[in-house]
């Protein structure tokens, strides 16, 4: 079978294979009311849908450290299977307890996937070339906001909310045979041969690092905040607002175009200005949307006014986070990046909750400044403590 050796066609197979699990992950929140219609539970335990697929990705480090020692491409595909298995059981589900397993499994999917994927683009390419290559595969977040979760909501509205699972479970299976005929950089990161002490030496080389812990603090704390400014922001609409899901989520929508606008930009000047610039100067004006976000939005022109400054500046700091964490741990992409990936699963899974509780009892401003702190926080520690190489700091 022929092998695919173009750089832009392997990028966009890429794309691709991650745009279904972005989609999944994005729209979940539209399926809230279907959920608790469909099964006869209440709105607030959705959250619970959110803690399951998050409590699983925890299990991320395991499979970024194998990738480190047995190469990349294997957990791309058995990801992808995963997450094609988990949305055929979102289309076959008839109780909540399986709904509650296919997001397990998607959870579990997205931990063997994404971590060997921005590995296997940290092998692939330069620094010089970095930020644009995982910029290009970024795309898929602006993508299914714009696009993919507009037409979601109104699926779910007008046809059936089993439908969108119908396609994700196509494109995975599809994208997983594609990836079969990329040439693969992976024999590159097989070092030596995978002993439990190698495995242990590669987590050492993150944790014992002031730079590399800093980097995924602070992408911890900026993925929390982020998730807790949306976990209910659908149900605070529909209140604030009465209105449904469709224009939820074409109002939502517009938050997909600052996030293209963001990965865009980061993807043009990230390479020039370097990651951890574009990393800190991007969450701390995203900190500033959240709050504005929740205290200033008398209308939806407001909302929507927020919601593109927010996804410009949170995806413009987000692409580079990556690239990032590749330039301070080396040796030990997978381990750093599936670290990462736990650690946002945790987060996700804990401000979720918090949000609800905060949203319940507070209301949704107590919300904005609860996450927007939390924000603030991470850019400090970001600023403080993460030193780059000199061999590859960045000149303005």
């Known amino acids: 079978m022929r092998r695919v050796r173009s750089s832009s066609t392997q990028l966009g197979i890429l794309l691709l294979a991650r745009l279904a699990l972005d989609l999944d992950f994005q729209s979940i929140i539209l399926y809230f009311s279907s959920f608790s219609a469909s099964f006869n539970i209440e709105v607030w335990l959705m959250g619970l849908v959110i803690s399951t697929y998050s ?16 190469g990349r491409r ?70 299914t906001f714009t696009i993919g979760v507009p037409l979601v909501g109104y699926t779910i509205e007008h046809l059936s909310w089993r439908l969108p699972f119908v396609v994700l479970a196509v494109l995975a299976l599809s994208t997983s045979l594609l990836i079969t005929l990329i040439d693969s950089s992976e024999d590159k990161s097989i070092n030596q041969r995978p002993t439990v002490k190698r495995s242990i030496d590669l987590f050492k080389i993150v944790v014992m690092d002031r730079s590399a812990l800093s980097g995924l603090i602070l992408s911890l704390f900026a993925v ?35 996030t293209l606008i963001g990965t865009l930009l980061a993807t043009w000047i990230g390479d020039n200005i370097g ?14 949307c959240m709050i504005l976000l929740s205290h200033l939005s008398l209308n939806t022109l407001f909302v929507i006014f927020w919601l593109i400054l927010l996804g410009t500046a949170f995806d413009f700091s987000m692409t580079e986070v990556p690239v990032l964490l590749t330039q301070v741990a080396t040796n030990s992409k997978g381990t750093i990046l ?9 987060a996700t899974t804990l ?17 904005g400044v ?10 400090l520690i970001g600023f403080i403590n993460i030193q780059v190489e000199s061999n590859t700091e960045y000149e303005n």
């Open 275 to 288: 990651p951890k610039r574009c990393v800190i100067v991007g969450l701390a004006v995203a900190a500033s």
């Open 55 to 70: 409590i699983f990705i925890l299990l991320s480090p395991i499979f970024g450290n194998l990738s480190d020692q047995y």
């Open 74 to 143: 294997k957990f791309l595909i058995l990801g992808l299977l995963i997450f094609a298995l988990s949305s055929t059981l979102m289309v076959i589900a008839q109780n909540w307890i399986q709904i509650l397993a296919a997001r397990g499994l998607a959870g579990l999917s997205r931990a063997l996937f994404l971590p060997s994927l921005l590995a296997e683009l940290g092998d692939t390419y330069s620094y010089e070339k970095r930020s644009r290559a995982m910029g290009f595969v970024r795309l898929s977040w602006p993508i």
């Open 370 to 379: 609860f996450f927007s702190t939390m924000a603030f926080i991470g850019v």
């Open 224 to 258: 929390g905040a982020i998730q807790g400014i949306l976990a209910f922001f659908s149900i605070w609409m529909e209140n604030e607002f009465q209105i449904k899901e469709t224009s939820i989520s074409m109002i939502y929508a517009f938050m997909g175009v600052g």
């Open 351 to 367: 401000c979720a909750v918090l949000s609800g509780i905060i949203y319940t009892d507070f209301g949704y401003t107590v919300v």
């Open 338 to 346: 599936s670290l990462n990936l736990a650690l946002n699963a945790g």
